[in-house]
C-alpha cells in the first residue's frame, strides 16, 4: 500500500488500529445500546431505558475522536491513495455506528409509553429480532477490524432475515390494531421500533458491503434494502 | 489556512469549490425528490414516484464522486488541518445528503400503497410539512457553500416547526386509526412517511449545525432530537 518507508508505514499503521480500536470500542458500545434499549422495553425498565438514552453521548463522543484522529492521521502521516481509502472508509463506518446508536436511543425513548400501556402481544418477537440485529452488527464490526469479505458476506444474508421479522411484525401489528382500537397507541409506536431494528440491520449490512468491497474488490451484489411489506393489509 | 504556495492554495482553493459544486448538484437533486415524492403521494401519480425512486441512483453515484474527489484532493495536494476539516466536512454533507435522498424514495415507494386506498384525510398536512423541510434543505446547503453561519441558525429554528407539523400529525393519524379500522393500513403508511419527512428535516438541521460550527467555531446549543409525541394517546 504505502510507498512510503518502513519507519512511516509503521506509524501510520497504528494510527490506523488506533483508529479501529476507537471504532471497535463505539461498536461494542453501540451493540450493547441494542440489547439493552430491548430489555428496557421488554422489561418496561425506565431507569435502564435512561441509561442507554444517556450512554449515546459516549457513543457521538467517540465518532468525534474518530474524526479527529482520521484528520490528525492524515495531516501528519500524508498516507497514499490505498491508505487513504482506509481512513475514508473508518470516517464513514463510525459514522453508522452513530446512526445505530441512535436508533437504539430511539427504541429506549419509546419504553416510558409502554410502561403504561397494557401487553402488546407482538412485542415477543422485538427481542428475537433484536438479538438477529445486534449480531449482525457485531459481526459487520468483526469484519471490519479483521478485513474479513468472507464474514461480511454471511452479515447480509441474515439482512434477509431482518426483513422478515419486520414483515412478519408490520402485518401482525396492523392486525393487531385493527383488532381493537385500544392497541392502536402501543402498535403505532412498535411499528416505529421494528423499524428503527430493521435500519440497524440495513446499517450493518451497509458496513459489510464496504468491508466486502475493500478487501475483494469487488460489489457484493445490488440489493433492495428496507422494504416494508408494500402489498396492503386490508383491514377487517 | 494553507501554509503552503499560493498556486497550491488556488488549486486547493478550485478542489474545494468543485466538491462543493458536487454537493450543491446532490442537494438540489434532493430537493427536487422531495417534493416530487410528496406530488406523486397527493396525486398518486405512480409513474413520478417511479421517477424518484429511480433518480436515487444519480445522488448515490455523486456521493461516490465526492468520495473519490476527496481522496484525490487529500493526496495530491496534502491539505493542512484546517482545510483538511472543510473536506471532511463536504464528506460528511455528502452522507448526509444521500440519506435525504432514501427518506425522499422511501417516500416514493410508498405511493403505490395510497394508490389503491381511500383519501385520507390527515394527508393534506404532508405536503405543507415537506415544503417546510424541502425549503430546509435547500438553505442548510445554501449556507453550507456559502460558509453561512446566519442562515445556518435559520435552519435550526425551522426544524421546530418541522416537530410541531410531526407531533400533530401523529396524534391526528392515531386518532383516524381509531375512529375506522379501514384506515389502519394508510395511516401506518402516513406515520412513516411523515417520520421521514421530520428526519430530513432533522438532517438538514444537522447540517446547518456543522456549517455553523464550521463558521464561528462555537456550538449551537444542543437540541432534543426527532421526537414523536411521548406522551400516549389514549383509545376512545
Do not use: W
Request: proline share 3%.
Amino acid at each position: 500500500m504505502a510507498t512510503t518507508t518502513g519507519h512511516t508505514v509503521k506509524a501510520f499503521d497504528d494510527d490506523l488500529d488506533e483508529l479501529r480500536a476507537l471504532i471497535s470500542q463505539m461498536g461494542g458500545l453501540a451493540e450493547a445500546a441494542i440489547a439493552d434499549a430491548v430489555q428496557a422495553l421488554a422489561r418496561k425498565d425506565t431507569d435502564l431505558a435512561l441509561r442507554v438514552i444517556e450512554g449515546d453521548k459516549k457513543i457521538d463522543q467517540i465518532e468525534v475522536d474518530v474524526e479527529r484522529l482520521a484528520v490528525r492521521l492524515i495531516a501528519l502521516r500524508a498516507p497514499m491513495a490505498d491508505d487513504l481509502r482506509e481512513v475514508v472508509a473508518a470516517l464513514k463506518t463510525a459514522g453508522v455506528i452513530e446512526r445505530i446508536g441512535d436508533y437504539a436511543k430511539n427504541i429506549a425513548k419509546r419504553v416510558a409509553i409502554f410502561a403504561e400501556s397494557n401487553p402488546i402481544a407482538p412485542m415477543t418477537i422485538v427481542p428475537e429480532m433484536a438479538r438477529v440485529v445486534a449480531q449482525m452488527v457485531k459481526s459487520a464490526l468483526d469484519a471490519f477490524v479483521a478485513r474479513d469479505a468472507e464474514l461480511a458476506a454471511r452479515v447480509r444474508e441474515r439482512d434477509k432475515t431482518v426483513d422478515d421479522f419486520y414483515n412478519s411484525l408490520f402485518r401482525t401489528l396492523l392486525t393487531y390494531m385493527m383488532e381493537n382500537p385500544n392497541n392502536i397507541t402501543a402498535s403505532a409506536h412498535l411499528l416505529f421500533i421494528a423499524k428503527n431494528l430493521e435500519r440497524i440491520g440495513d446499517h450493518a449490512t451497509n458496513v459489510a458491503e464496504m468491508v466486502y468491497y475493500s478487501a475483494t474488490g469487488v460489489y457484493l451484489d445490488e440489493r433492495e434494502k428496507g422494504g416494508d411489506s408494500i402489498t396492503p393489509v386490508k383491514a377487517g
